[in-house]
């Protein structure tokens, strides 16, 4: 959980870091610079490390120079706000694909849940992330940037963080039960 956390800052990072600095300062300007040269910095750590720079890296530092180039070029933030979207909506059609769950899963929660369970919970978590990328886009076209700032702050991370906790409850749920009655039998 840790790492997925880590890996989800990580991703978010150029966009946490503009909602404060505009937040804080209204500054535009400082705001879509300090998220590009964050986007810019992240991909120069990994090329000096010499790890593999992913997709999703360079789709977010493409979306940070794109977007806020935009925001910048149209003297608003809501290009900038509508980056979530994109990259929600875009992990939402990865998580189309039937199964892509299962790698993630301990072997016993693959061992006692059902296959179908896993498919349908990643079909769910596709669904979850496509609405929070449609509302974002609401969102960020038609509320002012507090309400956007709370909605991706506080609504998109706790809807996260539920569906997270219901899925974990009910996988441990079937694993213990799946354990239970191979100790009966």
């Given at each position: 959980m840790a790492q997925a956390i880590r890996q989800l800052v990580e991703d978010f990072l150029s966009t946490i870091l503009f909602f404060v600095v505009y937040a804080v300062t209204g500054n535009l300007y400082a705001?879509?610079?300090?998220?590009?040269?964050?986007?810019?910095?992240?991909?120069?750590?990994?090329?000096?490390?010499?790890?593999?720079?992913?997709?999703?890296q360079w789709t977010s530092l493409g979306l940070v120079v794109v977007l806020g180039s935009g925001s910048i070029l149209l003297q608003s933030p809501r290009l900038m706000m509508m980056k979530p979207s994109v990259v929600h909506l875009a992990i939402a059609a990865v998580m189309l694909r039937r199964g892509w769950m299962s790698r993630y899963l301990p072997p016993i929660v693959r061992q006692h849940v059902g296959d179908q369970i896993?498919?349908?919970?990643?079909?769910?978590?596709?669904?979850?992330?496509?609405?929070?990328?449609?509302?974002?886009?609401?969102?960020?076209?038609?509320?002012?940037?507090?309400?956007?700032?709370?909605?991706?702050?506080?609504?998109?991370?706790?809807?996260?963080?539920?569906?997270?906790?219901?899925?974990?409850?009910?996988?441990?749920?079937?694993?213990?039960?799946g354990v239970v009655s191979l100790d009966l039998a």
């Amino acid at each position: 959980m840790a790492q997925a956390i880590r890996q989800l800052v990580e991703d978010f990072l150029s966009t946490i870091l503009f909602f404060v600095v505009y937040a804080v300062t209204g500054n535009l300007y400082a705001a879509v610079g300090i998220a590009i040269a964050t986007g810019l910095a992240q991909v120069a750590r990994l090329i000096v490390l010499r790890r593999p720079v992913g997709p999703m890296q360079w789709t977010s530092l493409g979306l940070v120079v794109v977007l806020g180039s935009g925001s910048i070029l149209l003297q608003s933030p809501r290009l900038m706000m509508m980056k979530p979207s994109v990259v929600h909506l875009a992990i939402a059609a990865v998580m189309l694909r039937r199964g892509w769950m299962s790698r993630y899963l301990p072997p016993i929660v693959r061992q006692h849940v059902g296959d179908q369970i896993i498919v349908a919970a990643g079909y769910a978590w596709a669904a979850l992330l496509a609405s929070l990328g449609i509302a974002n886009f609401f969102i960020a076209l038609n509320c002012d940037f507090a309400t956007w700032a709370w909605f991706i702050s506080v609504g998109a991370v706790g809807a996260k963080l539920v569906a997270f906790g219901v899925q974990y409850a009910i996988f441990r749920a079937l694993t213990r039960r799946g354990v239970v009655s191979l100790d009966l039998a």
